[in-house]
């Protein structure tokens, strides 16, 4: 029987990962502790993060953010723009001009047409580079 309730120990807190992905739990509340902090300082450090990341991520179209896992020294963006995929269309789904490690709806894209296009990058980059592209994205109610 699943517990209601979780300390933040249980939660196995790692880099994109936690507990909430090796069970099937749904989380419905969040109680958290906060430090507090120059209200202006907060602002502006909020502020230059959100300018930093306008300017390398597609934040103005639709995606599932990040495609694919970081491999073991690489980045999976570099990798994908070696292999000259920027900008690869399928269907209605696009590997981003702006930044390649995102795959965003460009035109009506249809969860096929995602995968197909993540599978498509898989091989290419593990043909030209021998490393395995790990997928970021979760995939729900697929077989």
Same mark, same amino acid.
């Given at each position: 029987m699943m517990k209601s309730e979780y300390a933040a120990s249980e939660m196995n807190f790692s880099?994109?990962?936690?507990?909430?992905?090796?069970?099937p739990l749904i989380v419905l509340e969040v109680e958290m502790e906060l430090m507090k902090g120059d209200e202006e300082i907060i602002r502006r450090r909020m502020d230059d993060l959100k300018e930093q990341r306008a300017a390398k991520q597609p934040i103005d179209v639709p995606s599932a953010g990040?495609?694919?896992?970081?491999?073991?020294g690489h980045? *999976? /963006?570099?990798?994908?723009?070696?292999a000259g995929l920027k900008g690869k269309r399928l269907g209605g789904a696009q590997i981003s001009?702006?930044? *390649? /490690?995102f795959i965003i709806n460009a035109n009506n894209a249809?969860?096929?047409d995602i995968l197909k296009l993540m599978i498509?990058?898989?091989k290419t980059v593990f043909e030209r580079f021998h490393v395995k592209l790990?997928?970021?994205?979760?995939?729900?109610g697929w077989k």
């Open positions: 880099y994109r990962h936690s507990l909430v992905k090796e069970e990040s495609t694919f896992k970081r491999p073991d980045y *999976a /963006g570099k990798l994908i723009e070696d001009d702006k930044h *390649a /490690g249809s969860a096929k498509d990058t898989q790990e997928p970021e994205i979760c995939f729900l």
